[in-house]
């Protein structure tokens, strides 16, 4: 069974970068029938799609966040990982990393449990 | 960029009635549709993709339909452990806009 978790610091200073990494088991982010990407919450809010990535190293991001978001993956350590920069209280939030399927449309078929990332 | 609006944003239902939540794209999306479920404190559950197709596991009395600009949930007997939030996630151009929710709350 497929199983994400999100790792790294609670608590962020405004302005430094926030870094995340997703360990992945029970499937290989090298399979080629699947991409991976991040959302995250804020307290009390919606969820925001972050950006993707697929096995090759190709990514796409939402628009308002690509200037400051970077996606990288470990084929080695099948892990995934994901920086904001310059950071502000408004990125406070959970951050969850997830599995895209591409099989009947696009959707996000498993998640981690998420991480609470405090910018303070 | 499409946009994803739901309704309504809370809907107050008793244990055993049914639901029904709507979203709506701002252009045709075709079928490509997911919702899913969120509990406090839980990561999002899917629990239909492509408009209409039950995610694994999860239970009948979840069903999509849809297709273009309007898409439904339909719950047809709310379970205690079906008061949550759902969500709708539509796939554009690169690009994966969520609805911004509604909360099934008890009446």
């Known amino acids: 069974q497929l199983q994400l978790q999100e790792s790294g610091p609670k608590l962020v200073k405004p302005s430094e970068t926030l870094s995340l990494t997703c360990s992945v088991s029970g499937g290989s982010i090298s399979s080629n029938s699947y991409y991976w990407g991040w959302v995250r919450q804020p307290p009390g809010k919606g969820l925001e799609w972050i950006g993707s990535l697929y096995y090759t190293g190709s990514t796409f991001h939402k628009p308002s966040l690509r200037s400051r978001v970077t996606l990288s993956l470990d084929k080695s350590k099948n892990q995934f990982s994901l920086t904001l920069s310059s950071v502000t209280a408004a990125d406070t939030a959970v951050y969850h990393c997830?599995?895209?399927?591409w099989g009947s449309g696009w959707y996000f078929d498993s998640w981690g449990q998420g991480s609470l990332v405090t910018v303070s | 960029e499409i946009v994803m609006t739901q309704s309504p944003a809370t809907l107050s239902v008793s244990p055993g009635e049914g639901a029904t939540l709507s979203c709506r794209a701002s252009?045709?999306?075709?079928?490509?549709l997911a919702w899913y479920q969120q509990r406090p404190g839980q990561a999002p559950r899917l629990l239909i993709y492509g408009a209409s197709i039950r995610a694994t596991g999860v239970p009948p009395r979840f069903s999509g339909s849809g297709s273009g600009t309007e898409f439904t949930l339909t719950i047809s007997s709310l379970q205690p452990e079906d008061f949550a939030v759902y969500y709708c996630l539509h796939y554009d151009a690169w690009l994966f806009p969520f609805g911004p929710g509604t909360k099934v709350d008890v009446k």
């Open positions: 252009q045709s999306v075709g079928r490509n």
């Open positions: 997830a599995r895209l399927n």
